[in-house]
């Protein structure tokens, strides 16, 4: 009971973050400027990838998709989530391939861990490494494959 109201909180906490960064009224934004992190502190926490890292898509992962990236990405991942229409830079369609398979793997598990701003893409997209583990990212990204049934570049 407790894990699922921490599960909860971060996910209500999330969905405030992620609409007070990114709405449309930006006046009324808060005075906290947020700077991406310099070079050297994005390469110590980057992940090394050797090898490919091979995840399967689970019950567990489309349950995690559903909680963390359906708000904005849609429940079928078109990008038409609840919240899209309050965010000033439109979710990415997750189901359109001409873009996805122009990202690598390691490219799309960054931008879920790190956030958007870490691999140049929209801010609004939150950093979920500190909610989720890697193994569950790995996965979110097979997932993705599967959406916009595309291959990685």
């Not at 567990?60 to 963390?68: A, C, G, M």
């Not at 189901?95 to 790190?114: G, M, V, W």
Request: hydrophobic share 35%; charged share 20%.
């Amino acid at each position: 009971m407790i894990r699922n109201s921490k599960i909860i909180l971060a996910g209500i906490a999330a969905v405030w973050v992620g609409l007070g960064g990114c709405g449309q009224n930006p006046e009324k934004q808060s005075a906290v400027q947020l700077k991406p992190p310099i070079q050297q502190e994005v390469e110590e926490t980057r992940p090394q990838f050797s090898q490919p890292v091979l995840a399967t898509v689970t019950e567990k992962t489309r349950k995690n998709y559903q909680w963390y990236c359906a708000q904005c990405h849609g429940i079928e991942g078109k990008g038409d989530g609840i919240n899209a229409k309050l965010l000033t830079v439109p979710p990415r369609n997750h189901t359109k391939a001409s873009y996805l398979e122009t990202r690598t793997n390691e490219q799309l598990f960054e931008a879920i861990k790190f956030g958007g701003l870490s691999v140049g893409r929209a801010p609004c997209m939150p950093a979920w490494g500190h909610t989720l583990d890697e193994e569950s990212i790995h996965s979110l990204v097979q997932y993705i494959r599967e959406l916009c049934q595309c291959e990685a570049l």
